[in-house]
Structure formats: C-alpha cells, structure tokens
C-alpha cells in the first residue's frame, strides 16, 4: 500500500521569505512523487515530479522539491514566496511497480498563505 | 494546449435528484478518474476507467457509478444525491504508460440540498 503524509494543514509565510512545504511518503517500492497546486474553486495543476536521477526537482513557477529517500521525504520549497504563491498544495506518490492505472495517492493538502 | 473540461463548473440539485457530470479530455488518454475532493481529507477515488466500457471501483465508489462510452469521455452518476454528496468532484486523465502524472479538469462544484 502507498500512503502520503503533510503534516501541516496550514503554512504561513512572510512574503520575501523561504517556504517550505512538508510531505512524507511510505510505498514498498520506489516511488514516483509530485507535487500540485491548486487556486481557489480550480482544478490541480502539475508544479514538479521526481522521476529518478537528481535528488533536486525544479518545477513551475520558481519551485523546487528535495527528494530525500532515507527519510522518505519530498519536501516543497521557494526561495523567495510571493502573495500569488497562496493556495492549496498536494502531494502525491505512485509506487513504480504499480501501473499508472491505478492512480497516485494523495495527501491531505496543504493551505499555504504568503503575507504581504 | 491540451485539455480535461468539465461541462458544469457549479450545480446545485436537490435531495433524489440524479446527477451527471462529464468530463471530456482532447489527450488521447486511455484512463480516466473521477476524484471528490473535501476539506482535509485531500482527494478520494470513486472510479476509474482504462479503457472503453471499461471501469473499476476506488476508493468510495458507493452512491457513484459512471460510464465511458467514447475514448474521449467519462460521466459520473448520482443515482440519487444525497446532502453527503455535496463536495468538489475532479475529472483526471492520464497515459498508462508514463509516470502517473494526471490532468485535471477544473472541478464540478455540487451543492445538494
């Protein structure tokens, strides 16, 4: 079974300041990892996936996400966030050995608020 | 620019009535899902599809059915809604052969009173 894991509901940041978005994953293989964002009364839109290789993913918009296996992390991040930045944040995990057909599963979500 | 359109954005039906959402993708994507999506739970599965008149239950199937009958298009049915069905309802559409990645439509926002 494959599982997701964000711990905070809520993520407050100034604007101008790093964020940071936590995920955890659990899967008995290797995994596949995303990240998506999602506007208020929107669908999700893709931001990055971790396929294989660098343990740096860069996405959309000036993100980047930190693959970190021994912790079974995939942690969001922005150097520098921006009021736009504020929405609902998902990640998600497919293990490798399953066929895509049986979908990713998602965590809980993340409500990021940037304050001007 | 490629697509997942969900045909009504926002309903609002009463008690017993019965429900159809569709969701249609321009992709070519052989498997389709329909999502609900409520605060803090994050996204459930209710069915998905690989293939035509093909489909498999998820995660909360029950209340739901759904059809597929062009590559293209994915409906999903409330027989008879009920308030517990009020929620965000996501169409998604992917390739069985990639990473998993999905496409999402914009969102059926259902409100049953």
């Known amino acids: 079974a494959q599982s997701v894991a964000q711990p905070e509901d809520q993520v407050n940041v100034a604007e101008g300041n790093p964020l940071t978005v936590k995920c955890t994953y659990s899967?008995?293989?290797?995994?596949?990892l995303f990240w998506y964002v999602q506007y208020p009364n929107r669908g999700l839109q893709f931001l990055l996936k971790?396929?294989?290789?660098?343990?740096l993913v860069k996405g959309s918009y000036g993100f980047e996400a930190e693959f970190n296996k021994s912790q079974t992390s995939f942690h969001l991040k922005k150097p520098s966030a921006l009021v736009s930045d504020s929405a609902l944040y998902f990640c998600?995990?497919?293990?490798?050995?399953?066929?895509?057909?049986?979908?990713?599963?998602f965590g809980s979500g993340t409500q990021l608020t940037v304050l001007p | 620019d490629v697509k997942v359109t969900q045909s009504s954005r926002y309903l609002v039906k009463r008690t017993g009535e019965k429900v159809f959402l569709e969701c249609v993708q321009d992709?070519?994507?052989?498997?389709m899902f329909w999502y609900r999506q409520d605060p803090g739970l994050g996204l459930r599965l209710i069915y998905f599809?690989?293939?035509?008149?093909?489909?498999e239950k998820g995660d909360i199937p029950e209340g739901y059915s759904v059809s597929r009958e062009k590559k293209e298009r994915f409906s999903l049915i409330l027989e008879s809604a009920s308030t517990n069905q009020t929620s965000m309802y996501l169409c998604?559409?992917?390739?069985?052969?990639?990473?998993?990645?999905?496409?999402f439509g914009e969102g059926s926002r259902l409100t049953v009173l």
């Open positions: 971790y396929i294989t290789g660098d343990n």
């Open positions: 998600a995990v497919r293990d490798r050995g399953q066929g895509s057909a049986r979908q990713l599963t």
């Open positions: 899967v008995s293989g290797n995994p596949y």
């Open positions: 599809s690989y293939d035509v008149k093909m489909k």
């Open positions: 992709m070519d994507h052989e498997n």
């Open positions: 998604a559409s992917n390739k069985p052969d990639g990473t998993g990645e999905l496409f």
